[in-house]
């Protein structure tokens, strides 16, 4: 009995290391804050067992991983991270170890850069890796990096991808790409239009598209259009012919990340012209950082004849972001 308790100990704590080495791979490739990792599970290890062999295999699943070599968060975001590493090694007194120190060499005389690779892990496999910018606001725009929302659309599409396959997709204020990307790497649309105003934020698409090996002849088809929602006309819309529409907050604009009224006008105007033009589902998600504006951007939506669900039901954990922020997808109707 003893034996059988002890066997069933140690496969509890392989499943438990398996689980954290995971954690620590899926946060270390989407650049999570460092206080949210399982340090604390290293810690433990390492008192317990006094060895570095769990910190070796950290290091294959992120630093000395092939997708880091490819694809590399930002140089001080790793700095760090590898800094952390040394520290909870050196408290426990343990032999150390040359690769750890290595790895940290290569980034301290590495160039800083304003922009950093973020790789968000897929649970089938493989990762949306995205080029984006290290400050939220940069170039007077919020569209170079991914919000919360963006990343919870994205965890509805996985669970929902009969919404999306087969069908025709038109993304509104797509930023660096997440959301569609991973809409057209696992759901099977027919073809995606990724859109934005912005130039800058234009270009980083098409970057981002790209290097995820999507492009005009792949399967889905793929395009990355400039739709600004002031002078878009229904020639344009009835071009694109989307079954689909999705959006993920597309309504905060300044550089306290609020929704700007404007914003909100122009985008429930496109709106009313894109139901003109055709009847597609349509999804928005959006962070609610104030709920009077968002209550706001709802009441434009009423006054112009178009009606919303919210959508409740839970979605699986997939990406790592902050989960305390109040997010809300309505699908829309008139």
Same mark, same amino acid.
Request: proline letters at 5%; charged letters at 25%.
């Given at each position: ?5 002890q /066997?069933q100990t ?9 689980a ?20 604390t ?33 930002s ?17 426990a ?11 940290l ?15 968000y892990?897929?649970p089938?496999?493989?990762?949306? /890796?995205l ?14 990096? !991914? ?7 994205a965890?509805?599409a996985?669970e ?17 790409g997440?959301t569609?990307?991973?809409v057209c ?14 130039? !800058?934020v ?21 395009r990355?259009?400039e ?23 597309v309504?905060?604009?300044?550089a ?7 914003v ?23 962070t609610?950082?104030n ?27 997939v ?16």
């Open positions: 009995m003893a034996h059988s308790e /066997s140690s496969e509890n704590r392989l499943l438990k290391s398996e954290i080495l995971k954690d620590f791979q899926v946060s270390f490739f989407a650049m999570s804050r460092l206080p949210s990792f399982p340090w599970f290293v810690e433990e290890d390492l008192q317990s067992n006094k060895s570095s062999e769990f910190i070796s295999d950290i290091l294959k699943q992120t630093c000395l991983h092939p997708l880091c070599r490819k694809f590399p968060p140089v001080r975001f790793r700095r760090l991270f590898l800094s952390e590493l040394i520290k909870l090694q050196e408290a007194s343990c032999e150390p170890l040359d690769q750890l120190y290595d790895a060499a290569e980034v301290i005389g590495a160039e800083e850069s304003s922009e950093s690779y973020k790789s892990l897929l089938g496999g493989g990762a949306v /890796s080029l984006e910018n290290v400050a939220l606001i940069s170039e007077g725009t919020t569209g170079l990096v !991914t919000w919360e929302a963006a990343l919870y659309l965890e509805w996985l929902h991808r009969q919404d999306f396959t087969g069908r025709s997709v038109l993304e509104l204020g797509s930023g660096v997440l569609g990307i991973t790497r696992c759901c099977s649309p027919t073809s995606f239009v990724f859109s934005d105003c912005h130039s !800058t234009l270009q980083k698409l098409k970057d981002n598209v790209q290097l995820n090996g999507l492009n005009p002849k792949t399967t889905p088809e793929v990355v259009e739709l600004d929602w002031t002078s878009a006309t229904e020639e344009q819309l009835r071009r694109i012919r989307a079954d689909t529409v999705i959006a993920a907050d309504c905060s604009c300044d306290d990340v609020v929704y700007d009224p404007d909100a006008v122009s985008l429930v105007k496109l709106l009313s012209k894109i139901f003109s033009c055709s009847s597609p589902e349509v999804l928005i998600c959006s609610i950082r709920p009077e504006t968002y209550s706001g951007f709802k009441l434009q939506l009423e006054k112009a004849g178009i009606g919303h669900q919210v959508m409740t039901e839970p979605v699986r954990q990406f790592p972001y902050n989960r305390l922020s109040t997010i809300e997808l309505i699908r829309l109707h008139r």
